[in-house]
């Protein structure tokens, strides 16, 4: 595709409840990225994939976070039993090659009530 | 552990000032560095990339120059319009087995008409 694309773009779930982000990367790109941000925070490094390298999960703030990335392409990160500091926008980005420029897409907004 | 601070947090200026974003990072060995602008409830976009090896970059109205030496990099914007108006956000990729992309937690800038 032109760009990254995340889905879904809202998403409202209870607390306890697991939820699935999507992020498709621009074709061709071989870095995936996941970041966190929390309102009026910065951005929290989440986990880095490149190629078919093992991936740096040094930024999953616990073990209910997961990411994986299928076939080099589409990554999902899983949050199980989502807790309310959870919520916040989840950015994805992907770059060609690990120096490459990265691009972001505009984010899924999670809300746990 | 790569830490990267911007200054200011938040800038006011009138409509065609020039100004300068400030950017430091603690651990001068990167792999480059990389100016965004995330206008509200969006994602980022890209404006610079500047590689090690490089001291600027220039792009339209926007200049970024690095220093890696002091760990510095400052975005200049000449003749500022209120479309400029958004949060600008600084990345260091660090060099070696780590690639990920640390940020600094922005600067506010208002251009006012």
């Known amino acids: 595709g032109a760009g990254v694309s995340q889905s879904p773009s809202n998403k409202v779930t209870e607390k306890g409840k697991d939820v699935e982000l999507r992020c498709d990367p621009i074709?061709?790109?071989?870095?995936l990225y996941w970041y966190r941000q929390s309102l009026g925070q910065g951005l929290e490094f989440l986990i880095y994939?490149?190629?078919?390298?093992?991936?740096?999960k040094s930024g999953l703030p616990s073990d209910r976070f997961s990411a994986e990335r299928t076939g080099g392409s589409v990554s999902t990160l899983t949050i199980q039993r989502t807790q309310q500091e959870d919520s916040a926008v989840y950015l994805c980005?992907?770059?060609?090659?690990?120096?490459?420029?990265?691009?972001f897409g505009q984010g899924t907004r999670l809300t746990v009530v | 552990k790569q830490e990267v601070t911007q200054i200011p947090a938040a800038l006011s200026v009138p409509e065609g000032e020039n100004l300068v974003l400030n950017c430091s990072f603690t651990d001068s060995a990167i792999y480059n560095l990389q100016w965004f602008r995330q206008d509200p409830g969006k994602g980022l976009t890209s404006l610079l990339l500047i590689q090690s090896s490089q001291r600027e970059q220039t792009s339209g109205r926007l200049n970024a120059s690095l220093d890696k030496s002091s760990g510095r990099s400052t975005l200049y914007i000449a003749a500022s319009q209120p479309g400029d108006s958004a949060t600008y956000l600084c990345a260091a990729r660090s060099g070696g087995a780590t690639n990920k992309l640390i940020f600094g937690t922005g600067t506010l800038l208002a251009v006012q008409p």
């Open positions: 980005a992907s770059s060609l090659g690990t120096g490459g420029r990265a691009f």
């Open positions: 994939f490149q190629g078919n390298s093992a991936p740096d």
């Open positions: 074709s061709g790109h071989t870095a």
